[in-house]
Nanobody, 119 residues
Framework: VQLEESGGGLVQAGDSLTLSCEAS????????MGWYRRFPGKQRELVAT????????NYADSVKGRFTISKDNAKNMMYLQMNSLKPDDTAVYFC?????????????WGRGTQVTVSS
């Protein structure tokens, strides 16, 4: 499975931004997907996850009510709609997929896309 993020950039506080993640390869093995972010000097942290069918979602408390995760399985795409962005949201955002490959759980990551929110 390969993942590629797009949509990052520089915005002002209060603006909106939508991140996209395109999955390719053995996408039929994907069980769940999600977005994570990494602040400078820190480890990646969960932003939001979505189940394979798209019905189940989970959000970090810091983004609840502002961010929305969604996916389009037909297009092998996942999105993160980010509203009311804050300078504290500035981070590198990563797309993640968890998949069963030959009975073994595997984690896949994109390279990340920078989101910078200015005050």
């Amino acid at each position: 499975v390969q993942l590629e993020e797009s949509g990052g950039g520089l915005v002002q506080a209060g603006d909106s931004l939508t991140l996209s993640c395109e999955a390719s390869g053995r996408t039929f093995t994907i069980n769940s997907m999600g977005w994570y972010r990494r602040f400078p000097g820190k480890q990646r942290e969960l932003v939001a996850t979505i189940s394979g069918g798209g019905a189940g979602t989970n959000y970090a408390d810091s983004v609840k009510g502002r961010f929305t995760i969604s996916k389009d399985n037909a297009k092998n795409m996942m999105y993160l709609q980010m509203n009311s962005l804050k300078p504290d949201d500035t981070a590198v955002y990563f797309c993640h997929a968890g998949a069963y490959v030959r009975g073994t759980w595997s984690d896949y990551w994109g390279r990340g896309t920078q989101v910078t929110v200015s005050s």
